[in-house]
């Protein structure tokens, strides 16, 4: 009897949900032999299922609806554990605690022992604790709302969950309106990286992702204030999305672009010191810190570390310019081939920042990147390594050279068939 693709689909789903199932129960040994087997288990998966969601023009609705009920299993399997004991979200609640307790988070050091008693034991063990906090205002203000529901690191994990949710619905009505497979959204919702670094360890970067989204959609609609209001949210959460400022040239009026930057300055006037926009320990970032960006650690020995920032938001912009002519117009590839090529310059990179593209990895065109979400899971050895008393960086060399291995692979194959293909 022949497997239809729809039992492919649901076989591929079962697997990928008692992997991560496993992955979850040993979360607290993150990169150990049994988190790593069954999270690399789960990405082959998910590369397979890859290959029959774009081979496949269309399901029936059933298999959308099943694979995301897998989807919500695992992610709350995942939910239900604690993040690690120094993961960013004890900052985040760090940094809501203090906002509403009268204090500038972008100036307080959380190892400042005239502040020991602000603490709670989930903020004791919050990393780089000699540093004020680097997160812009949009980031910072999504903290103190959440704390102020109720303070702890499950709320603000659920909060995140709440916006990958979101995100599937926005991409649902953005595959409708664009007249596209609705069993996309498993491109997105099946991605083993959300079930770790949003549903696990919890990450703000799944809310600007969200916002990213909608201002893509915006665009689609021709909402245009919508859209630049979006972006200028999306880049107060993280400063990534800035590279995507030539997408929006000409599409959006002066007057919503001017909209857009009045509310960014408005989000950062609560933290204004001494009349100046604070970027808290931003700078210690480019300066010090060095994690899984082979490029930016080449280069680091000879120039310096603001102009190699500026080299990595300049190889952003550029790729953004030449994709707005030569990408079909609201082609995801444009938002996301640009983020990633600055993420490829970045000084770190870990696996949360690829949060950012999950949305738009939509199409064979963007398989390279696709891979990358799969390809960097070796990186989480390090949080084993660390833990058996390693210093932080000490990366076994075949890690990087395999992760951006298949990624250039990947790319290769896919710009050779691309110049073979007939015209």
Known sequence: MKVTPAWRVYILGVTL???????????????????????????????????????????????????????????????????????????????????????NPYIVVPSDPALGALHTPETRTLNNPYLPSPYPA?????????????????????????CEVAIVFVLLDLLRCTRQGAHLVLAYAWNPLLAIEVAGSGHVDIVGALLLLVSAVALVRRWRATAAVALGLAIAVKLLPVVLLPLYWKRVRVRDAALAAALLGLLYTPFLSHGRIPTGSLGTYVQSFRFNGPLFAALDQVVPPQWLAGLAVLAGLATATWLRSAAPEWSPDAFAWPMAASLFCAPVVYPWYLLWLLPFLRSASTMPLIIWTVSIIPIYVQWHLRALGRPWGSLPGWVMLLEYGCVAAASAIFVFRRCAAPR
């Not at 979850?24 to 290959?51: E, K, Q």
């Open 138 to 162: 949009g980031a910072q203000l999504f903290f103190r709302a959440v704390t102020a529901i109720h303070e702890s690191v499950f709320t603000l994990k659920v909060a995140f969950a709440v």
């Open 17 to 103: 949900c008692v992997a991560l199932t496993i992955c979850s129960r040993n979360f607290g040994d993150r990169g150990g032999p049994s988190f790593m087997a069954s999270l690399t288990l789960a990405g082959i998966v998910y590369l397979l299922a890859i290959r029959e969601f774009f081979t496949t023009p269309k399901f029936a609705r059933r298999v959308v609806v099943i694979g995301l009920v897998l989807a919500a299993v695992w992610h709350i399997e995942f939910l239900r554990v604690p993040p690690g004991a120094d993961d960013d979200i004890h900052r985040y609640v760090w940094d809501g605690r203090v906002q509403r307790l009268g204090y």
